[in-house]
């Protein structure tokens, strides 16, 4: 018994099943919003982190600079959810700072 290698390509093979469920990804790579939201996501990743370790308020600029990021690739994108999504997020951790450095 043998294993054959496959031939058939994915684009023929989502062609030949004719559905309209077989979606092929359509998320940019390699432009400019590419390298920001992976740069955003590794950021937002380290943020997590700082926030783990109890790093206050670090953990809050640090994740301000992911949140910019994404919602920068969400106006490229034209994708609201992203839009509000990271535009509230930048909001409420931009009120902590503003609280942690002038609240009582």
């Known amino acids: 018994m043998t294993i ?14 004719n559905s309209s469920r ?17 740069a955003s996501s590794v950021t937002l990743i380290i943020a997590m982190l700082f926030t783990s370790a109890n790093m206050f308020p670090v953990n809050l600029w640090i994740a301000n600079i992911g949140f910019v990021g994404w919602l920068i690739v969400g106006m490229l994108w034209h994708d609201r959810s992203l839009i509000v999504l990271n535009a509230v997020s930048l909001a409420i951790y931009s009120l902590g700072i503003l609280n942690h450095y002038y609240g009582s």
């Open 4 to 17: 054959e290698p496959i031939k058939e390509k994915l684009d023929d093979k989502i062609k030949a099943l």
């Open 22 to 38: 077989v979606y092929k990804k359509v998320t940019p790579r390699g432009d400019l919003s590419w390298y920001i939201k992976w």
